[in-house]
C-alpha cells in the first residue's frame, strides 16, 4: 500500500504561477514512476505530466508543455509540479499517482494504468 499526500494548490491570478508537491508513503518510491492528472467539474480525469523513476522520461500533455515542469526527489519520496503562466482552463482537482510496473521505461498517460493515487489538491487559476 502506498499513500500519496498532495499539497501547494490554491487560488491564483492567471498568469501566476503554483508548485505543487506529492509526498509518497513508500521507501521504494525510487523504483516507481510518477504521474499528474487533473480534473475539471464535467470533465474526465486528463493526463498533465509523467516522470520515470530515473527522471529521464518526461511526457507532458501538450496543452501543458512550455509551462509545467515534473521533477522527483527520490530521497524526499516526493514529486513536484512547476506550474507556470497559469490559466483559467487549468483550474481542476490535480492528483498525483504511482505506477508500480517498474518494467515501464516511460510513463504512461492513461489513468487506469496507475495503482495508486493521492486524495488531490484544488488548484483555481481566475481570469
Known amino acids: 500500500q502506498v499513500q500519496l499526500v498532495e499539497s501547494g494548490g490554491g487560488l491564483v491570478q492567471a498568469g501566476g504561477s503554483l508548485r505543487l508537491s506529492c509526498a509518497a508513503s513508500t521507501q521504494t518510491f525510487r523504483n516507481y514512476a510518477m504521474a499528474w492528472f487533473r480534473q475539471a467539474p464535467g470533465k474526465e480525469r486528463e493526463f498533465v505530466a509523467g516522470i520515470s523513476r530515473s527522471g529521464g522520461s518526461t511526457p507532458y500533455a501538450d496543452s501543458v508543455k512550455g509551462r509545467f515542469t515534473i521533477s522527483r526527489d527520490n530521497a524526499k519520496n516526493t514529486v513536484y509540479l512547476q506550474m507556470n503562466s497559469l490559466k483559467p482552463e487549468d483550474t481542476a482537482v490535480y492528483y498525483c499517482?504511482?505506477?508500480?510496473?517498474?518494467?515501464?521505461?516511460?510513463?504512461?498517460?492513461?489513468?487506469?494504468?496507475?495503482?495508486?493515487w493521492g486524495p488531490g489538491t484544488q488548484v483555481t487559476v481566475s481570469s
Open positions: 499517482a504511482v505506477d508500480r510496473a517498474t518494467w515501464r521505461r516511460i510513463p504512461a498517460t492513461t489513468p487506469g494504468t496507475y495503482d495508486y
